[in-house]
């Protein structure tokens, strides 16, 4: 947590990050601000930030004295966000620089199968 973006961000991000891969399930409680912030050994408001950031984004819920909870549907409205983001930063960009080399769509799919064969 040193990538200097804020702190509260980076706290909202890895809790995405953990909704998306299923170690933070649907309807399951989420960490608590006093548990981010001793983990993370940061102010619980700042921690608190991160959480209410997705509340406002739908992704958490509040059961009132129980905790945050993650909202159902919370996966997919994650996966779709991160999708379009993902499309936007680097398959337009990708694309711009296709065009610019005379590179068609076909040209970059077979790149990219030569590159997966690889890995």
């Known amino acids: 947590m040193d990538d200097g ?3 509260f961000q980076q706290i909202a991000e890895q809790l995405e990050d953990a909704i998306i891969d299923g170690s933070l399930p649907e309807e399951s409680r989420a960490p608590s601000t006093n548990e981010l912030a001793a983990f ?26 129980v905790g945050m909870f993650v909202t159902a549907g919370a996966r997919e409205t994650l996966l779709l966000r991160r999708r379009n983001g ?6 337009a960009p990708l694309l711009a620089e ?8 076909e040209d970059l799919k077979k790149m990219i199968d030569s590159w997966e064969d690889e890995a």
């Open 5 to 7: 973006r804020p702190l």
């Open 98 to 105: 296709a065009r610019r080399l005379g590179m068609d769509a």
């Open 86 to 91: 993902f499309a936007e930063k680097f398959i």
């Open 40 to 65: 993370h050994r940061i102010n619980p408001a700042t921690a608190a930030n991160g959480i209410n950031k997705l509340v406002a984004d739908g992704l958490l819920y509040k059961k009132r004295g």
